[in-house]
Each structure stands twice: as structure tokens, then as C-alpha cells.
Nanobody, 131 residues
Framework: QVPLVESGGGSVQTGGSLKLSCAVS????????VAWFRQSLGKAREGVAS????????YVAHSMKGRFTISQDSANNTVYLQINTLKPEDTAMYYC????????????????????????WGQGTQVTVSS
């Protein structure tokens, strides 16, 4: 069973919006830290935002604040990433990931995590923004 499955990516024009979804397997969801990462061609993967699934508190990377919002539907073990006012530089493969768990609220919503902390990964969904 694939632990996380992303969807919602696509090709949009500058200024548009997208809402990405991440369906998380139950064993990887409960009281855990789920995050979105992205990787542009030729660049290192970077963290975008995270959510503590136990309480819904969130963290958004400083450079992403204002246009990126992370949320969850705990009844369906799904985490979302809303991206507004898309720019060409947002073009990337977007991945969601979950830590081994259980996580703490402070660790997750305080952004005290690193990419290496995340054990479970999805296959990614491509976002392409044209000017």
C-alpha cells in the first residue's frame, strides 16, 4: 500500500490557483507530522509547509508565507496545499511526506523538522506555471 498519494497538480497560468491533495494511509496519519515539499528542475528539494495532524496546527516556510496554506480533512486522512497567485518559479514536483511518528505539535508546527525526518513519501504531483 502506497503510504501517501498526491493529486491536484496541473498546468496553470501565472496568477492562478491550485489545491493539491495528499491522501495519507491511516498508519502514517494519526498524530503525525505531514509536510509538503517541492523540487524544481536542477534544484534541491525544499520544505513548503507542515501540519500536525493531531491538532491541525501548521507551519509555513518563511519564503512561502502569504500564498501557501496547508490544511487537513482529518475524517478522510487528507492533507491539502492551497497555492494562490501562482508564479513561474512555483513550477516543481510537489511531494507530501509523513514522519515515522508519532510527532509532537511543537516539533511539527514549529518547523523543527528536516527532510531526513520524513519516512513516508508520495510519488509527487507536477505543477507547471506558464507566464
Amino acid at each position: 500500500q502506497v503510504p501517501l498519494v498526491e493529486s491536484g497538480g496541473g498546468s496553470v497560468q501565472t496568477g492562478g490557483s491550485l489545491k493539491l491533495s495528499c491522501a495519507v494511509s491511516a498508519y502514517a496519519y494519526s498524530n503525525n507530522c505531514v509536510a509538503w515539499f517541492r523540487q524544481s528542475l536542477g534544484k534541491a528539494r525544499e520544505g513548503v509547509a507542515s501540519i500536525y495532524t493531531g491538532g491541525g496546527t501548521t507551519y509555513v516556510a518563511h519564503s512561502m508565507k502569504g500564498r501557501f496554506t496547508i490544511s487537513q480533512d482529518s475524517a478522510n486522512n487528507t492533507v491539502y496545499l492551497q497555492i494562490n497567485t501562482l508564479k513561474p518559479e512555483d513550477t516543481a514536483m510537489y511531494y507530501c511526506a509523513a514522519t515515522r511518528g508519532p510527532a509532537t505539535d511543537r516539533y511539527c508546527s514549529g518547523g523543527y523538522w528536516a527532510e531526513a525526518d520524513f519516512r513516508y513519501w508520495g510519488q509527487g504531483t507536477q505543477v507547471t506555471v506558464s507566464s
